[in-house]
Structures are given as structure tokens and as C-alpha cells.
């Protein structure tokens, strides 16, 4: 990182002759008459992964969820492919191509595991062709196709989630914590996948407490402290603004 850089001025994510899938721009947001997003700046650019990194606390989730269309930015501008989109709701997001998988999985824990993927069919998807493609990817799910989601493993929880969120063929997708309760080695092995959906071309945001977990998978980086983006670029170039506290274990 350039001296420049490490007086304030942050290095940008943008790459020339590449057009911005989802930007935010100025981004503030907040509850009630509390600010949480001071500002934030983020580029994902298609076909390639964004981690947002910092502890809890820092605005990761809140920063999602403008993404997703749940919270309203109270200021600056949210952008889908360099259409300005802001209010848009949940619903409209999802029909733009943006999907998201919130902190804690997002399943429907009453609902087997098939009939979790049947409730990705609402785009239109064949649930034969959902379940073939989840099935293949995870194939414990399909040993799991009739058991309730709630009694799976975390592990398990969180392939169906990424199985159910892939069947509306998204062309973002928001994860928010994937890491959280995991064991490290379903937390690589959900990585690996994650890396393996960037090259066939989805383009991924992954807001992330534990580094070490996705940044040998990024292709750019932000580093988010108290509601504001303080470093972002190549996972190089950050990482030594990292202290072992974000980066995890």
C-alpha cells in the first residue's frame, strides 16, 4: 500500500473497461436517529468476489442488507448494474438478479430439505432441475431430501441455504457470516464451492469476520471499521492493515 494510501486516501476497487454490478456510493444508513453506515463506498464488479471484512459491530450486515433491498439508505446512492435502485424493495432486488443468504442460514427449518428447494421455484425453476443441481453439489442433501432442515447440521443448514439460493440463478449473491458455527473444515469446503460459482461467472459479496477464511478467495477487499470502509483493494494490498483480531483464527 502507497504512502498516499495510508493517509486516508483509499485505494479504489474499481478496474478499468469493467462496468460495476452492485455499487454503493456515499452509502449512509442507520436506525432511527442512529447512523450506522457513515458513507460507504463498494464495488463489485461481475464475475468476481468482494469480501467485506471487519468484527461484529462494524456495519457488515447493515451494509447487506441495504444490498438486498431490506434496509433503505438514508443517503448516498445504491446501484445495479449503473442503474440507481435506491428504496428498492426486497422483492424488486431478487427480480434483479440479487440474492441473499442472511446471518444465521436463512432456512425454513419446518420444511424438509426438498421442499426448501421447491421454495426457490417461485423464479420459475423446475424443482427436478433445482434438486438435481443441489444434489450434485451437496450430496448429502440428497440422502437428506426428507428429513426436516432444522435437525441437519449447521453444515448442512448452510449447503441448503447456498443450494436453495442458487436455484433462482442469481446474478449477485449477498453472504452474509457464512463461516458462523461452522467447523473449519465444512467452512473451506463452503468456500471452495463459492470459489467454483465466481468461475462459472456469479459475482459474490461476502461480508466475512474471519479473514483468513475467504481472502485466498478474493478477488478484491474492503476492510469496514465503525460504519466506514477504511481499506479496499486487492487482498494484498489490505492485509496488513489486518490485525489478528479481524483476521480470526
Known amino acids: 500500500m502507497s504512502e498516499a494510501n495510508r493517509g486516508g486516501t483509499l485505494p479504489q476497487t474499481e478496474q478499468p ?6 455499487e454503493l456510493a456515499g452509502i449512509r444508513a442507520g436506525y432511527g436517529a442512529i447512523e450506522v453506515l457513515h458513507g460507504v463506498d463498494l464495488v463489485l464488479r461481475p464475475g468476481s ?11 457488515k450486515s447493515t451494509t447487506m442488507r441495504v444490498c438486498a433491498g431490506l434496509h433503505p439508505p438514508t443517503g448516498g446512492e445504491l446501484r445495479f448494474a449503473g442503474r440507481t435502485v435506491n428504496g428498492v424493495s426486497a422483492q424488486d ?8 443468504i442472511p446471518e444465521g442460514r436463512g432456512i425454513f427449518p419446518n420444511l424438509t430439505v426438498r ?3 421447491w421454495a426457490a421455484t417461485g423464479t420459475g425453476a423446475r424443482l427436478e432441475d433445482v434438486e438435481d443441481r443441489a444434489y450434485a453439489r451437496f450430496p448429502v442433501l440428497g440422502e437428506r ?10 453444515g448442512e443448514q448452510q449447503m441448503l441455504a ?3 439460493a442458487l436455484g433462482t440463478d442469481p446474478a449477485v449473491l449477498l453472504l452474509d457470516e457464512l463461516s458462523m458455527g461452522l467447523a473449519p473444515m465444512i467452512v473451506t469446503r463452503m468456500y ?31 476492510l469496514m471499521l465503525h460504519g466506514r470502509v477504511v481499506a ?11 490485525s489478528s483480531d479481524y483476521l480470526g483464527g
Open 232 to 242: 479496499a483493494g486487492p487482498p494484498a494490498a489490505i492485509e496488513d492493515r489486518l
Open 49 to 59: 468476489l468482494l469480501a467485506l471484512l471487519g468484527p461484529n459491530g462494524g456495519g
Open 115 to 117: 421442499e426448501n428447494l
Open 93 to 100: 432486488a431478487a427480480r434483479l438478479g440479487v440474492c441473499s
Open 162 to 164: 447456498l443450494s436453495r
Open 192 to 222: 471452495e464451492t463459492v470459489a467454483e460459482l465466481v468461475e462459472g461467472g456469479l459475482s459474490v459479496l461476502v461480508a466475512e469476520q474471519f479473514a483468513r477464511a475467504v481472502l485466498p478467495i478474493a478477488d478484491t477487499a474492503a
Open 17 to 22: 473497461g469493467e462496468d460495476p454490478l452492485l
Open 145 to 154: 431430501r426428507h428429513q426436516l432442515a432444522g435437525s441437519m447440521s449447521g
